[in-house]
């Protein structure tokens, strides 16, 4: 890791250093919380969880290699260690000290629907010119995100870092570890609202984000959304809105789908006219592929670069995948699910051909409204042109009665439990048909995937 020392480390986290001190100016060669992936030189980050703490494995990664490791207790003197008072605030820390000294353009991303599928857009447009590091996974949250920020090496150009959050205060900690240089918001929706409580309170906790963008930086936001909308400048910087309305900075019309294959469109910015296409379905994915575009041009790139890195997106899995098996094509969209993702996967649903099934599954963090929530997706559903719906877990059951009041004729088919369907969903399925997957990650839908892939 460039220049990350044992001093740096000490002096970043707010630690004390025991151990010998020729050792103090040796660079760390990566940062790990996972005693498995422990390599030669490297920094073990002991974290205490709810069922493992781990610092019980420091002894084991110090003999595997390595250099040295934190520790929220005194250590026998048996090994070079750093005395901090958390781990999880001294990983944070360090994160931020690393990336400051990397001097490269960070982009954060957040919103409440669309925020991988954005990074994926911009990382495919900005890899077209730069050497580009991209959060993985989920790792997204407070751990993940200086997980993320340690696989930077010399000679990445860019980070692309997506941020999830579900309380108040959360962004503020996460922006404050990436002070970003050019923020994207995708959208303001009913994601957690167990600790948000409405539409106005993740707005709030959103923006958090933008009090954190450096001076002269950037703020990308989705101007179709009705509250995005409502953000004006800030710290003097004016934001570029983009959606589908010609009244944003950069807008998209001459729609023609293509299908589950994707679309085609025409981009307007700064006076021109840009014929583009994504492969990925979903007029939601235009408007991912607009705010690339945006961050695009901002960081010097060619409207022959954008389009072509806008061509070469693909998606990654859970995420509007489509999945040709022996007997159906499937559209795996089911890493996670709230009311404003499910409607834009059902939405791709109408441009499907053939007999068209939708599998769906609960969505979690709702708060007090999850029923009505349900019940409003089952309804939407049903003016979707789906002939089939199966639904699995509790709150579905909402969903199944919002979808038979909508339209009595629709074909609903119901199971408490994840384990019920995938016993069962086949026998309703016929060859040819296109299936949506797509519920709450804790629903398991994996298993439904693989029941249909085999």
């Known amino acids: ?4 020392t044992i001093r740096h480390v000490t002096e970043a986290a707010g630690g004390q250093y025991f151990g010998p001190s020729q050792l103090l100016d040796t660079e760390i060669t990566a940062i790990t919380t996972d005693s498995r992936s422990v390599e030669s030189g490297c920094l073990f980050v002991p974290i205490v969880g709810n069922r493992v703490d781990g610092h019980s494995f420091i002894p084991a990664v110090m003999e595997a290699g390595a250099l040295v490791t934190l520790s929220e207790r005194p250590l026998d003197g048996a090994c070079p260690y750093i005395l901090v008072a958390s781990s999880r605030e001294a990983i944070k820390a360090i994160a931020r000290y690393y990336l400051a000294s990397l001097e490269i353009p960070v982009i954060g991303i957040t919103g409440s629907v669309g925020k991988t599928s954005t990074k994926e857009a911009i990382y495919a447009v900005l890899k077209e010119k730069y050497r580009v590091l ?7 949250n407070e751990l993940g995100l200086p997980l993320t920020i340690f696989r930077l090496r010399e000679g ?6 997506e941020m999830g959050i579900s309380d108040f205060g959360e962004m503020s900690r996460l922006a404050d570890i ?5 923020a994207v918001i995708t959208n303001i929706g009913t994601a957690h609202l167990q600790n948000l409580k409405d539409r106005d309170g993740v707005l709030k906790a959103k923006t958090e984000i933008l009090d954190y963008v450096r001076d002269n930086g950037h703020i990308v936001l989705n101007g179709d959304d009705d509250k995005l909308v409502t953000v004006g400048p800030h710290k003097g910087i004016s934001p570029i809105f983009y959606g589908f309305s010609p009244e944003n900075n950069i807008y998209a019309d001459s729609i023609k789908s293509l299908g589950l294959r994707g679309s085609r469109f025409v981009i307007h910015m700064e006076g021109e006219a840009i014929p583009a296409k994504v492969s990925i379905p979903g007029q939601h994915m235009i408007a991912n592929a607009l705010a690339a575009a945006a961050v695009g ?15 070469g997106l693909s998606t990654i899995s859970g995420r509007m995948r489509l999945i040709e098996s022996e ?6 969209d089911c890493y996670n699910a709230n009311p404003v993702s499910m409607k834009a996967a059902l939405d791709v649903m109408k441009q499907a ?3 068209r099934v939708a599998i769906l599954g609960d969505m979690k963090e709702l708060g007090d409204n999850e029923r009505a929530f349900h019940r409003e997706v089952g309804a939407y559903a049903a003016s979707c042109g789906v002939s089939l719906l199966i639904l699995a ?7 199944a009665e919002g979808a038979g009041e909508a339209d009595p004729s629709l074909e609903v088919v119901y199971y408490e439990t994840t384990e019920e369907l995938v016993k069962n969903m086949k026998r309703y399925l016929r060859p040819g048909d296109t299936v949506l997957v797509k519920a709450s990650h804790s629903m398991g839908f994996e298993r439904v995937l693989e029941a249909l892939k085999n």
Do not use: Q
């Not at 990445?156 to 870092?161: T, Y």
């Not at 041009?297 to 061509?311: D, K």
């Open 327 to 332: 007997n159906y094509l499937i559209v795996d």
């Open 134 to 140: 991209k959060t993985e996974g989920n790792f997204n």
């Open 353 to 355: 051909d053939g007999r």
């Open 1 to 4: 890791m460039k220049d990350l």
């Open 393 to 399: 877990g509790p709150l579905c059951a909402a969903m």
């Open 156 to 161: 990445d150009e860019m980070a692309v870092l």
């Open 178 to 182: 990436a002070r970003p240089h050019t």
């Open 297 to 311: 041009r901002l960081y010097g790139l060619s409207w022959e670069e954008i389009c072509r890195g806008l061509l």
